[in-house]
């Protein structure tokens, strides 16, 4: 978007715009004129579509991928006390969906370049109240899962994957999530494909699936029975929402490879600025699906750098502030600054800058000038 202001010519990028087009419009607005406004046969056709894209048997999608965390985390009778080790540099709530159940996340730090989870920190925080290992696919790459896998395998712990950032992502040739005992999807409007809110559960594990199935839906046995067997919710995603869901499922090859084209193209303008550090490439056996691009400067000029951007119009956010100094946790379990001290620093050197399927070279342009300004202002 361009706007003169004072005769110059300013523009506005904002970070994430969602990708909606008449088709998809045509297919919510077509949910409306059936009898079926929820739990109807849309959610089950979505369910279908994402299992078969996946390559995992059972997809079971609820109203948000907070609430498929917090499903995977009871499905595995995960409470009281019990132990989940994870990282502390993840979107809050794959922390937070320990707490609803009155579990204590245990944070390892995290590698420097991949952002993931450290898998040689993970055995020694293991003792006999662990019952689960949580890593993320953060900016949508791929956790090292052989790694992880052989300390669970070891220690017969489950694994749940906060694949929320990783739909599509591939770890050695297949897509992220059939590797642990569960992974989670989050279709939040930010994310590779939407619903507006929306999330599911992914499991290769029928019992698990069906556990999942009946919490999500009160605690019923099944959907044609009246009584609760087991405590539950209402964690249904609705049809208006599923019908976009499948609607984007039908373009995803379309929109992940616009995004990685859009990724290249600002990794070729980025390249030369010595300042700025950029995504990990893929490997061979770890191929990204790009859900933001953040990039990393000097700590000291951070706060700076992201004021100059706001001010031109760049919308820009720190991404993420860690887990464990926020207040919520510093307070309940008494973490403090030093902890974990490459989240920390990372932390403190990051920024996602815009990104969405419909970004335009013109826009990206401007950001990478006013990124390159920035940085002439804060030396
Ligand atoms: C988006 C996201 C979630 C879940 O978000 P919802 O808004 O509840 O769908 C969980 N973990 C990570 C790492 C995420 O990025």
Request: proline share 5%.
């Amino acid at each position: 978007m361009v706007m003169a202001i004072a005769g110059q010519l300013r523009r506005e990028v904002p970070i994430s715009l969602a990708d909606v087009t008449d088709t998809e419009k045509k297919k919510v607005l077509a949910v409306l004129d059936t009898n079926f406004l929820s739990r109807g046969p849309i959610i089950q056709e979505f369910e279908e579509r994402l299992s078969a894209y996946l390559g995992i048997p059972y997809v079971i999608a609820v109203n948000n991928g907070t609430a498929a965390l917090h499903l995977s985390v009871k499905s595995l009778g995960i409470s009281n006390d019990d132990e989940v080790i994870t990282t502390p540099f993840s979107f809050v709530s794959s922390s937070n969906c320990l707490l609803m159940e009155k579990a204590k996340p245990i944070f390892v730090d995290i590698d420097p370049e991949t952002y993931n989870i450290n898998p040689s920190l993970i055995e020694s925080k293991i003792n006999s109240r662990t019952k689960a290992i949580l890593p993320a696919d953060i900016f949508g790459y791929p956790c090292e899962m052989d790694k992880i896998r052989e300390v669970a395998e070891k220690y017969n712990l489950p694994i749940i994957e906060d694949s929320c950032e990783a739909l599509g992502a591939e770890y050695n040739g297949k897509k992220v999530g059939g590797e642990s005992t569960l992974s989670v999807l989050s279709f939040f409007p930010n994310k590779q494909i939407t619903t507006g809110e929306g999330g599911a559960i992914v499991t290769p594990r029928r019992d698990l699936a069906e556990l999942c199935r009946s919490m999500r839906n009160h605690g019923k046995p099944d959907s044609k029975v009246a009584y609760t067997e087991r405590m539950g919710y209402n964690y249904w995603m609705n049809e208006i929402n599923a019908a976009l869901g499948v609607a984007q499922i039908d373009r995803i090859e379309e929109i992940l490879s616009r995004r990685e084209d859009i990724a290249e193209r600002y990794i070729e303008k980025l390249s030369s600025l010595e300042e700025v550090t950029l995504p990990v490439k893929n490997t061979q056996n770890k191929k990204r699906s790009w859900f933001v691009f953040v990039i990393g400067v000097e700590e000291s000029k951070r706060n700076q750098i992201m004021t100059y951007l706001q001010n031109n119009g760049v919308g820009c956010r720190e991404y993420f502030p860690t887990i464990h100094l926020q207040p919520l946790y510093t307070n309940q379990f008494g973490y403090k600054r030093g902890d974990f001290p490459i989240a920390e620093r990372i932390s403190r050197q990051t920024i996602a800058i815009p990104f969405y399927n419909k970004l335009s070279e013109e826009d990206m342009d401007y950001v990478v000038t006013q990124i390159k300004e920035a940085l002439i202002k804060t030396q």
